[in-house]
């Protein structure tokens, strides 16, 4: 994995903190309607999908037979005129949460990703294996990676969206 990316990871995740940092408790758990997300629930919603991305990886990694899958066009995330459905798994709880409980469980789910990344000697490795995305199918697992801050940042979008609803 390039420099590129880890820096993307880190500067993704600065963004969202500094988002979301100076937001009072009923700002964070504010619901628009009944529909929509609150600002705390996105940020659940980044943590429970990191968590699974970094399961899914390390699952890949460990397929004694992986196969390799074609890169898939995962820029389409970014895009926030397409609506995606979250698959249940990832689907934030009601809250509500606290600041605090909100970053902790963010920094959770980024030293568990980390841990497992860091201790590959071959980080190329990553574009050989796959394992299944439910939405783009056998993709490599650097692309899922890539997922991590690509994700993220479709939902800094989302918090700006709601951050003017408040």
């Given at each position: 994995?390039?420099?590129?990316?880890?820096?993307?990871?880190?500067?993704?995740?600065d963004?969202l903190?500094?988002?979301i940092?100076?937001?009072?408790f009923?700002?964070?758990?504010?619901?628009?309607?009944s529909?929509?997300?609150?600002i705390?629930?996105?940020c659940h919603?980044?943590?429970?999908?990191?968590?699974v991305?970094?399961?899914?990886i390390?699952?890949?990694?460990?397929?004694v037979n992986?196969k390799?899958?074609?890169a898939?066009?995962?820029q389409?995330?970014?895009d926030?005129?397409?609506?995606?459905?979250?698959?249940?798994?990832v689907?934030?709880?009601?809250?509500?949460?606290?600041?605090?409980?909100?970053?902790?469980?963010?920094?959770?789910?980024?030293?568990l990703?980390?841990?497992?990344?860091n201790?590959?000697?071959?980080?190329?490795?990553l574009?050989?294996k796959?394992?299944?995305h439910?939405?783009?199918?056998?993709?490599?697992?650097?692309?899922?990676?890539?997922l991590?801050?690509?994700?993220?940042?479709?939902?800094?979008e989302?918090?700006?969206?709601?951050?003017?609803?408040?």
């Amino acid at each position: 994995m390039s420099t590129s990316v880890m820096e993307n990871l880190e500067t993704t995740r600065d963004r969202l903190l500094k988002e979301i940092g100076k937001l009072s408790f009923d700002a964070l758990n504010k619901k628009p309607d009944s529909d929509t997300w609150s600002i705390a629930q996105v940020c659940h919603h980044l943590y429970l999908t990191e968590s699974v991305f970094t399961q899914a990886i390390i699952y890949g990694h460990n397929k004694v037979n992986g196969k390799k899958a074609e890169a898939r066009p995962i820029q389409v995330i970014a895009d926030r005129n397409q609506k995606i459905q979250a698959p249940e798994i990832v689907i934030p709880g009601d809250g509500p949460w606290e600041l605090e409980q909100i970053e902790e469980q963010l920094n959770k789910s980024r030293t568990l990703f980390l841990e497992f990344y860091n201790q590959l000697e071959d980080k190329s490795a990553l574009a050989e294996k796959s394992t299944k995305h439910p939405l783009f199918g056998y993709m490599p697992l650097n692309q899922w990676v890539d997922l991590i801050y690509l994700h993220e940042e479709r939902h800094i979008e989302q918090i700006q969206e709601l951050k003017s609803l408040l």
